[in-house]
């Protein structure tokens, strides 16, 4: 059960355990790693906000943006033209951008293009390494996992120390031959 407590919400089989000693720093670390993950992954919105705001100013976009492909698309390619110039010559016709829906974009320098293009690799890589902080959530989970199964062990084995062994002992009761019973004991030892 300690081990299950600790899987959910580290720190929690340690208190089942009666060892709250060790598992507060389960917790506090639990607090910490939620805390880092939501400042890291706000900053990183923050960042892709900024640099969409950047590209707005600069280029141009339409009003019908807003995924991210499109963004991506924008920073790479110096017109909504060149682009889908490209993908007609690939062929990919399913990927061309309307200009009268909205899709449109006109990179006022080459120079802020590239710019806009490093801001949105930096925000996304922000974003994206946001989530190698749920690893370290999972990764405490398990030690805290680990470490209430030593406690429950040493808290039980207090408990046998302190009421004394149980041993229960049970035979067949015979006669003439026959098995006609069961006998059992219960034996503590002091």
């Not at 200009?99 to 293009?117: E, H, I, K, L, V």
């Not at 994206?128 to 470490?147: E, H, K, L, P, Q």
């Not at 046998?160 to 503590?188: C, H, K």
Request: with cysteine; glycine share 8%; aromatic share 14%.
């Amino acid at each position: 059960m300690a081990i299950c407590y600790s899987l959910v919400l580290p720190g929690m089989g340690e208190w089942y355990a009666d060892n709250m000693a060790s598992g507060k720093y389960y917790l506090i670390a639990e607090g910490g790693i939620w805390l880092t993950y939501a400042s890291v992954h706000a900053y990183g919105v923050w960042m892709q906000s900024d640099a969409r705001s950047f590209a707005r100013t600069h280029s141009g976009i339409g009003s019908g943006t807003g995924d991210d492909a499109f963004f991506v698309n924008v920073g790479n390619f110096s017109t909504v033209y060149d682009y889908n110039e490209k993908k007609l010559r690939d062929r990919e016709l399913d990927k061309v951008y309307d200009p009268a829906m909205g899709y449109s974009w006109n990179w006022d320098t080459d120079a802020n293009r590239q710019r806009f293009r490093s801001l949105r690799v930096s925000s996304d890589g922000v974003i994206t390494n946001s989530g190698f902080i749920i690893a370290a959530a999972v990764v405490n989970r398990i030690i805290s996992a680990v470490n209430a199964a030593r406690c429950v062990r040493q808290y039980n084995a207090a408990l046998d120390e302190n009421l004394g062994m149980w041993q229960v002992d049970s035979r067949l009761t015979a006669y003439s031959g026959r098995p006609d019973g069961l006998t059992i004991s219960f034996i503590r030892s002091f």
